[in-house]
């Protein structure tokens, strides 16, 4: 199978995560979008994040009832920081089977060559680039990136012509934290289930 890997800090989900697997699964002709939420992501040093527990029952929320959808708790049961070429490996190992394919965005693929072991990154999966109609340029990330000098030109290019897009949905998990700490609607930023959680448990109100 298909298996396309969507990790983040999902603090919270929202329509922009949902939409993004959404398209890559059929564009890219995914079997199944495992989203994998991060214990201690290693780009936001020093970043607070809501309690993993919290974000792992909003994005069981989020999805329920998408078959080919499922969530992942491989970083959180890890602990640690959560680099994505050791749950790659973890992932292979426990389905040698599968195909794997990250799901990355703009920002993240311009800072795939400072990742942890980018090129076995590369050959435990393959990269599918998502881009934000109108919002996005993934050749210009790309280009900026430095991945052609530690990947290689064919390997770049092998990305770019796996990339997806996706409507220009600005929407981001920052936003939505904001708009909760100042009492403002997240109506239609994220699915009402995960909307109803946040006010239930009090997440995001300023102190």
């Not at 983040?8 to 890559?24: K, R, W």
């Not at 092998?158 to 009492?183: D, E, F, K, Q």
């Amino acid at each position: 199978m298909r298996v396309g890997v969507f990790g983040g800090s999902f603090d919270p989900v929202h329509y922009g995560h949902l939409i993004a697997a959404e398209c890559a699964r059929e564009q890219a002709a995914l079997d199944r979008v495992v989203f994998v939420p991060a214990a201690t992501p290693p780009h936001k040093p020093g970043v607070r994040l809501e309690d993993a527990s919290h974000r792992l029952a909003m994005l069981s929320l989020a999805i329920g009832g998408h078959d080919a959808f499922e969530v992942s708790t491989i970083e959180l049961d890890r602990g640690g920081t959560s680099y994505t070429v050791d749950t790659l490996a973890d992932l292979a190992a426990r389905h040698p089977g599968d195909t794997l394919v990250l799901l990355l965005g703009p920002d993240s693929l311009a800072a795939l060559a400072t990742w942890k072991e980018p090129d076995r990154i590369v050959s435990l999966a393959d990269i599918v680039p998502i881009e934000r109609e109108s919002l996005d340029d993934i050749v210009a990330a790309a280009a900026g990136s430095g991945l052609a000098s530690v990947l290689g030109e064919p390997a770049v290019t092998a990305m770019l012509g796996r990339r997806v897009s996706m409507p220009a949905v600005g929407i981001r998990a920052t936003h939505v934290r904001a708009a909760v700490a100042v009492g403002r609607s997240i109506r239609y930023r994220t699915p009402r289930s995960v909307e109803r959680y946040i006010a239930t448990h009090g997440l995001y109100r300023s102190a």
